[in-house]
């Protein structure tokens, strides 16, 4: 009987865990493509995210990548422009920038420059 109840408080204390552990983990990965037209560099633009989902402008996504872009039209497409407008309350889990890839960054007042 003693086994049956360690056994039953380990299963409930490893289900606390996995809540605890599930808002993170639940978060979303945001990829940019910057295919939303010239001049609509903004990160609130669908366009520019693969998935056609922007990133929240509040909260926490989670990782906010930047790879390298093939095939991009340069005076089409948005491409390596890119300007944050989300929120100042937003806090990635982590930003990604591919170093090989000519991105020009630039944000609304909260340190993304």
């Given at each position: 009987?003693?086994?049956?109840?360690?056994?039953?408080?380990?299963?409930?204390?490893?289900?606390?865990?996995?809540?605890?552990?599930?808002?993170?983990?639940?978060?979303?990965?945001?990829?940019?493509?910057?295919?939303?037209?010239?001049?609509?560099?903004?990160?609130?633009?669908?366009?520019?995210?693969?998935?056609?989902?922007?990133?929240?402008t509040?909260?926490?996504?989670?990782?906010?990548?930047?790879?390298?872009?093939?095939?991009?039209?340069?005076?089409?497409?948005?491409?390596?422009?890119?300007?944050?407008?989300?929120?100042a309350?937003?806090?990635?889990?982590?930003?990604?920038i591919?170093?090989?890839?000519?991105?020009?960054?630039?944000?609304?007042?909260?340190?993304?420059?």
């Open positions: 009987m003693r086994n049956a109840n360690r056994c039953a408080r380990l299963a409930g204390l490893t289900a606390l865990s996995l809540l605890a552990l599930a808002p993170a983990a639940m978060a979303a990965d945001f990829t940019w493509s910057g295919t939303a037209p010239a001049g609509s560099p903004e990160w609130t633009q669908t366009a520019n995210w693969v998935g056609g989902a922007a990133p929240p509040s909260g926490a996504p989670g990782n906010v990548i930047f790879p390298a872009l093939l095939g991009c039209s340069v005076g089409f497409d948005t491409c390596g422009t890119s300007s944050d407008d989300l929120g309350d937003v806090t990635a889990a982590s930003l990604s591919d170093d090989g890839f000519p991105y020009t960054l630039d944000g609304s007042g909260h340190g993304t420059r």
